[in-house]
């Protein structure tokens, strides 16, 4: 039987910084759980990497997964910009410290303790996955807007 997850994460935020919101949806063996969260002043940036750790931090045991991200930054900040930063202490190749080093960190543990294919889609060009993701994430901007706080899972 195949554990495999395949999740589609988005951020988005109103104003950059600004109000934000995140979600995820994990899909596994025909089910699927939708995540979503808000902060009050934020960026799109942190709201990108908050949905792929939330949705690393909800799965119950290391599975193998497939990230679709339409996050560029998330992308290739996972495969290609990580190591570079970790071996220059936290330092961009221009020697300015890491923006979002913390949740940076959170991710790089989460995504050592199970093996992850991460995958760019192109934002808003009918991955129905990536597109609840975005549609998850505004509501959650919505929702904190009309009072409500934090709407995980």
Same mark, same amino acid.
């Given at each position: 039987?195949?554990? $495999? ?9 109103? /104003? ?7 979600? =995820?949806?994990?899909?596994?063996? /025909?089910?699927? @759980?939708? &995540?979503?969260g808000?902060? %009050?002043?934020?960026? !799109? !940036? #942190?709201?990108? &990497? ?7 931090? %909800?799965?119950? @045991? ?8 339409? $996050? ?11 190591? @570079?930063?970790? =071996? ?8 300015? =410290?890491?923006? !979002?080093?913390?949740?940076?960190? #959170? ?7 199970l ?9 808003h060009?009918?991955?129905?996955? !990536?597109?609840?993701?975005? @549609? ?6 919505? =929702? ?10």
């Amino acid at each position: 039987m195949d554990d $495999s997850v395949i999740i589609y994460t988005d951020g988005a935020c109103s /104003g950059n910084p600004g109000p934000g919101g995140w979600g =995820a949806v994990l899909r596994w063996r /025909g089910r699927e @759980r939708q &995540l979503s969260g808000s902060e %009050a002043h934020t960026t !799109n !940036n #942190r709201m990108e &990497l908050q949905a792929v750790i939330a949705a690393l931090e %909800a799965l119950k @045991r290391p599975v193998p997964v497939t990230i679709y991200t339409d $996050s560029q930054y998330v992308q290739k900040g996972v495969t290609e910009w990580l190591p @570079r930063w970790k =071996a220059r202490q936290w330092r961009t190749a221009s020697g300015h =410290a890491v923006a !979002n080093r913390d949740l940076w960190e #959170r991710l790089d543990d989460l995504a050592t303790q199970l093996p992850i294919t991460w995958c760019w889609v192109k934002g808003h060009d009918g991955v129905a996955g !990536n597109e609840l993701a975005d @549609r998850l994430a505004r509501q959650a901007i919505e =929702a904190m807007r009309k009072g409500k706080t934090d709407e995980r899972g």
